[in-house]
């Protein structure tokens, strides 16, 4: 059946190409799946960079959008060190 989805060719360098089929197969999924699993973690932190790129092209200062990254990355880690080694 076919997809309704955009697609979006790529052309990878041979080491990312070899990462990349490796991690797939590890998983049992297709590249391309994997790619798009990588790109969905990725789609917050992509929109704040659009974000932030688009008041630099809007002649605005980028500093809050900047510092919003930059405190939401920070918390994640946070969030991260803490799942891992408790709070106790």
Known sequence: ???AKPRLN???DP???????????LQGI???????????V?????????DAIRMVNEKKDP???LRKMLLD???ELFD??????GDD
């Not at 297709?30 to 969905?40: F, G, N, R």
């Not at 990725?42 to 659009?50: K, Y």
């Not at 991260?80 to 080694?85: D, L, M, N, Q, T």
Request: glycine share 2%; hydrophobic share 45%; proline share 8%.
């Open 15 to 25: 080491e990312m190409n070899d990462l990349i089929a490796e991690l797939a197969a």
């Open 80 to 85: 991260v060190i803490r799942k891992e080694f």
């Open 73 to 75: 990355g920070q918390q």
């Open 10 to 12: 790529l052309s990878l």
């Open 42 to 50: 990725m789609r917050p932190h992509m929109i704040e960079i659009r």
């Open 30 to 40: 297709p590249k391309a799946t994997l790619v798009v699993q990588y790109l969905e």
């Open 1 to 3: 059946m076919p997809t």
């Open 63 to 65: 500093s809050p959008q």
